[in-house]
Nanobody, 127 residues
Framework: QVQLVESGGGLVQAGGSLRLSCAHS???????????AGWFRQAPGKEREFVAA????????NYAESVKGRFTISREHNKKTVYLQMNNLKPEDTAVYYC?????????????????WGQGTQVTVSS
């Protein structure tokens, strides 16, 4: 069982920045060769969508086209924490952002492949 705790959401003006953090409780992440950590978001009335993910062992990132060049995902191994640095935020980035993880990940972008989810954190970008 993996528990995920998010932090860092809030209200920001368009063009501003926020950094989200997600602390993972799994103590032996390094033993899982396919451990994947992702960020998804869900706006009111819309389906949950992929934002970014990182394969823990290799550090290889994946990004949705809509955030490429603006968002950066990273992980800090010693703290077992994943970050999502969000720059040049736009009003359409407004959503609840969810941290997700799986120990046997097969897909970085499909939410159905993630077994563990955080509680979500609100990000609101004003115009």
């Amino acid at each position: 069982q993996v528990q995920l705790v998010e932090s860092g959401g809030g209200l920001v003006q368009a063009g501003g920045s926020l950094r989200l953090s997600c602390a993972h409780s799994q103590r032996t992440i390094s033993t899982f060769s396919s451990y994947v950590a992702g960020w998804f978001r869900q706006a009111p009335g819309k389906e949950r969508e992929f934002v970014a993910a990182i394969w823990w062992t290799s550090g290889t990132p994946n990004y949705a086209e809509s955030v490429k060049g603006r968002f950066t995902i990273s992980r800090e191994h010693n703290k077992k924490t994943v970050y999502l640095q969000m720059n040049n935020l736009k009003p359409e980035d407004t959503a609840v952002y969810y941290c997700a993880a799986d120990t046997g990940g097969r897909s970085a972008t499909n939410p159905a492949e993630y077994r563990y989810w955080g509680q979500g954190t609100q990000v609101t970008v004003s115009s």
